[in-house]
């Protein structure tokens, strides 16, 4: 059996172990827990890229450790963007508030309308997410400004595309800064699950805001030059 060193961020402290080659990095993380007895903290439940809870950085990157086969050399680091608990946890609260505060449930009231094939298809392609919270970590909009993060325009799209659900999406969505998106698409880039969520929930749903009289002034002035 062959042998590789991964470094691990251990608040702070890099921290090198070595491991067998082949396996996962969550595995890794099992191992140097057994064998080297290090008791290091990382969060992981499914360990089949389902759950999305063990993202964390590697190499640079956020990606599922359960997914993600270790390499010579490679660092694991808490997922960026977040501030950590201990080891590669980080604190998640903030996300799950705000999540909650977008009444991420279907709101209906009244005869509910039959879904139709293209509903179904318009908000297939934006609910596979996992929560593992890459796209957050990436996204610079979030970083600099007052934008929520890709995942919660995604969530809002979601809703937003169901004919069964009244509460004003766009509207929400337009004043959680929709607009500060940059469409950069480095939530594209890092998503497990690969949902365009610029495709398929940010520019959709500027679309149906701007229809419902949710946009910016300079919007019409660009309508106008053209
Ligand atoms: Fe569930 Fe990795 S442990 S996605």
Redesign the pocket.
């Known amino acids: 059996m062959g042998w590789v060193t991964i470094r691990v961020n251990r608040n702070g402290v890099l921290r090198s172990y070595s491991v067998p080659e082949g396996i996962t990095v ?1 595995e890794a993380l099992e191992y140097i827990d057994s064998n080297y007895g290090e008791g290091i903290l990382y969060r ?11 993202a964390m950085t590697i190499n640079g990157k956020p990606r ?4 993600t086969k270790v390499e010579d050399g490679m660092v694991v680091e808490p997922l960026e963007g977040f501030n950590v608990v201990e080891d590669l946890v980080v604190d998640r609260t903030p996300y799950y508030k705000k999540i909650q505060g977008l009444r991420n449930y279907l709101h209906h009231e009244g005869d509910i309308p039959k879904i139709t094939p293209e509903d179904m298809r318009e908000f297939k392609g934006v609910r596979n997410c ?1 929560d ?1 919270l890459c796209c957050l970590s990436q996204c610079p909009a979030r970083k600099f400004s007052q934008y929520p993060g890709p995942t919660f325009m995604r969530q809002l799209a979601r809703f937003a595309f169901d004919p069964r659900d009244r509460e004003d999406r766009e509207r929400i969505a337009y004043f959680e800064n929709l607009h500060n998106c940059t469409t950069c698409a480095k939530c594209v880039e890092v998503c497990p699950k690969e949902i365009d969520i610029v495709h398929r929930a940010i520019e959709r749903l500027r679309e149906l805001a701007f229809e419902k009289g949710y946009y910016l002034k300079n919007h019409l002035v660009v309508r106008e030059n053209i």
């Open positions: 969550l992981a439940s499914c360990r089949a890229g389902q759950c999305g809870s063990c599922l450790a359960c997914k996992i593992c």
